[in-house]
């Protein structure tokens, strides 16, 4: 069984993460668009990816607090950053869409009753997943993700454009 401190330590990160992500929208300026190498990412299109992400992540939590054992699916984060044509998205759009998002999760995660924190699902890469192992695994991919945005800082920072 968790502890309350476990639930409350990823609320936490889930947060932090959330503010750390949302200052990124804006920090980039002109070189938001900047790619270290043809086949890396720039700032935009992570952030794009991490707001695709946060969608994901509250339908599959809403699908697994909602539903008996349900099958939780994967999905290509390539294929999507090269179908969605992330590069024209409108940013103030992205961050809201971010921010909404984040904060309906937070709230949804505040509410519910400890046992359900322990559900499961099965996740088609994964495995069976319960709804904190859900959360770890965003919190993590987010943790990753901010190191990537501010090599990415570093990097655009050394170039002159």
């Known amino acids: 069984m968790l ?3 476990e639930i409350d330590e990823q609320l936490s990160i889930l947060q932090e993460t959330g503010r750390k992500i949302s200052e990124c929208f804006s ?6 668009d900047f790619k ?3 086949e890396k990412w720039s700032a935009r299109q ?18 697994l607090l909602s539903e008996n054992q349900p099958k939780l699916k994967a999905f290509n984060q390539n ?10 998205e409108e940013l103030p759009l992205m ?16 509410k519910i009753p400890a046992s359900l924190w322990e559900k499961k699902g099965v996740h088609e890469e994964a495995g069976e997943m319960r709804t904190y192992d859900l959360v770890v695994r965003n919190t993590s991919h987010c943790l990753r ?3 990537q945005l501010q090599k990415l800082t570093e990097a655009s920072q050394a170039v002159k454009l």
Request: proline content about 5%; glycine content about 2%.
């Open 3 to 5: 502890t309350a401190k």
């Open 27 to 32: 920090s980039f300026g002109s070189r938001m």
């Open 36 to 38: 270290p190498s043809p």
């Open 46 to 63: 992570v952030l794009h990816h991490l707001t695709d992400s946060e969608i994901v992540l509250a339908y599959r939590l809403r699908t």
């Open 79 to 88: 294929n999507w950053s090269a179908t969605l044509a992330p590069e024209q």
């Open 95 to 110: 961050k809201s869409c971010f921010e909404a998002n984040r904060n309906l999760t937070i709230r949804l995660l505040k």
């Open 145 to 147: 993700h901010l190191e």
